[in-house]
């Protein structure tokens, strides 16, 4: 093989593998599940994590999507069924995650935003900030662990 081939062939290859999509760049991109949660009011520390709630939230480059329902063997029909869902677009600055909270079931929490420390660790993210909604009287510090949804 002529030299000039030899480069443009290892060239080629090192292009291919230099370039990182967007998602192999950022850990946090994913379909999570959340595994636990806590509440801290005041100085009163609790669990709101609920093992018949199954509960995922999608990250992509640009927008997060979050979504539970009930899991327990009762028979409701989709009117009666708990379901909760919102999403929006987020910033990740660092270890600084932002939700922009756009769309919610209950229209009170929409167009607020919710700022988090997140923490990666191999398939987990541990995120901790506080919950403020002025007009609904919340006040809160939440800590919610997920574990990364394998495909």
Request: net charge positive.
């Amino acid at each position: 093989m002529k030299l000039k081939t030899k480069l443009m062939l290892m060239l080629s290859f090192s292009a291919m593998f230099a370039c990182k999509s967007k998602e192999e760049s950022l850990p946090i991109i994913g379909t999570w599940q959340l595994v636990s949660a806590e509440t801290i009011e005041k100085d009163t520390s609790f669990s709101t994590f609920n093992s018949k709630v199954k509960m995922i939230k999608i990250i992509n480059p640009t927008h997060f999507a979050f979504m539970s329902h009930d899991i327990s063997a009762q028979k409701d029909s989709a009117s009666t069924a708990p379901f909760i869902a919102g999403g929006g677009e987020y910033t990740l600055v660092d270890s600084i995650y932002t939700e922009n909270l756009e769309y919610f079931v209950d229209k009170n929490w929409e167009n607020n935003k919710f700022t988090f420390t997140v923490k990666i660790q191999n398939d987990t993210l541990i995120q901790k900030g506080v919950e403020k909604v002025e007009k609904l009287g919340v006040d809160r510090v939440i800590i919610e662990k997920y574990i990364k949804v394998k495909k």
